[in-house]
């Protein structure tokens, strides 16, 4: 196995970790509720539903989850080289 197809492994591999999912679910998804709440929050207060809205309303908190979860995982994975 070539080293970059083993770094890639052991992202993967790190990512599956439930001490990472935790982090990056506590860290992500609170952050993308405040994002949402920001971003979307006066139109969900004025009941001015839309499909654009609430597909937003879904991807805000996923992103900020995906972010922190590589973010948590490359931490890992760095913490384990050194």
């Given at each position: 196995m070539n080293s970059q197809a083993?770094?890639?492994a052991r992202y993967w591999?790190?990512?599956?970790?439930?001490?990472?999912?935790?982090?990056?679910?506590?860290l992500?998804?609170?952050?993308?509720?405040?994002?949402?709440?920001?971003?979307?929050?006066?139109?969900?207060?004025?009941?001015?539903f839309s499909a654009g809205l609430v597909i937003k309303t879904v991807l805000s908190p996923l992103l900020s989850f995906s972010i922190a979860l590589v973010s948590s995982a490359a931490t890992h994975v760095e913490n384990i080289k050194s």
């Open positions: 083993g770094t890639v591999q790190v990512c599956r970790q439930p001490a990472v999912l935790r982090r990056a679910a506590r992500g998804l609170v952050v993308g509720v405040i994002q949402v709440s920001l971003n979307q929050g006066d139109h969900w207060l004025r009941h001015e």
